[in-house]
């Protein structure tokens, strides 16, 4: 099965400086990435998400980028603010149903420090 | 719009006590549900998934069970409870596409269940 390993566990940062979040996927027929935020005590909600078919794509501050060859990709979120602060998860999946194959990263915590 | 609810939110049980979580979706028809389980520093499982009425699948053998009596509302189960059952459970759906895809997922906001 899908393996997805996510880096770094814990990530802290300057307010208006960037941070980067790396995972690495080891199926090679997935074709689905989605990012989730998760806010204290709350359900993860989509930021972005990107298919095979595209190598970057970015939502105003935030942008997934997607290396199919090396079976990696990397969450930009720049000029951070206070409320970037969040649990941040990557996934994986391959073709399926629905999201039943969708393999989820162990997570990264990210603080923003004013 | 699409709404999710889930419940009870905190939830504190003895070992060997029942279990029941419940979820229900509105403002949409024919939903994949999903329960996963998030344990702290190992990412989010899942443990149940649902494609309609009545059919479940499971992906890890444990000590929970799940159902899916109608169309949007979805039930995590348990007859007797471990300790290794406690965790933070959410309940999520998706839209049912004909092609098979898959897409956003809408997590509810969480169900911690202590077991003592």
């Known amino acids: 099965g899908e393996n997805v390993e996510q880096h770094p566990s814990t990530l802290s940062v300057q307010e208006g400086d960037s941070a980067v979040i790396k995972c690495t996927y080891s199926d090679s027929a997935s074709n689905y990435f989605p990012w989730y935020k998760q806010e204290l005590g709350k359900g993860p909600q989509l930021i972005i998400d990107?298919?095979?078919?595209?190598g970057e794509k970015k939502d105003q501050r935030i942008a997934v980028t997607l290396n199919k060859t090396a079976k990696h990709f990397s969450l930009h979120i720049t000029e951070t603010q206070p409320e970037d602060s969040a649990v941040y998860f990557c996934a994986a999946s391959p073709r399926a149903i629905g999201n039943e194959k969708l393999t989820f990263g162990t997570g990264t915590r990210l603080t923003i420090i004013p | 719009s699409q709404t999710i609810h889930q419940w009870p939110a905190t939830l504190v049980q003895p070992v060997g006590s029942p279990l029941s979580l419940e979820c229900t979706v509105e403002g949409t028809s024919n939903p994949n549900l999903y329960w996963y389980r998030q344990a702290a520093g190992r990412g989010l499982q899942l443990l149940f998934y649902?494609?309609?009425?009545?059919?479940i699948s499971s992906e890890v053998p444990q000590n929970l069970s799940a159902s899916r009596p109608q169309d949007r509302q979805f039930i995590l189960s348990s007859k007797k409870l471990l300790l290794s059952d406690s965790g933070f459970y959410l309940c999520?759906?998706?839209?049912?596409?004909?092609?098979?895809?898959?897409?956003?997922?809408?997590f509810g906001e969480g169900s911690r269940l202590t077991v003592l």
């Open positions: 999520a759906w998706s839209v049912f596409r004909t092609w098979g895809e898959a897409g956003e997922l809408f």
């Open positions: 649902s494609v309609g009425i009545g059919q």
């Open positions: 990107i298919r095979s078919n595209v």
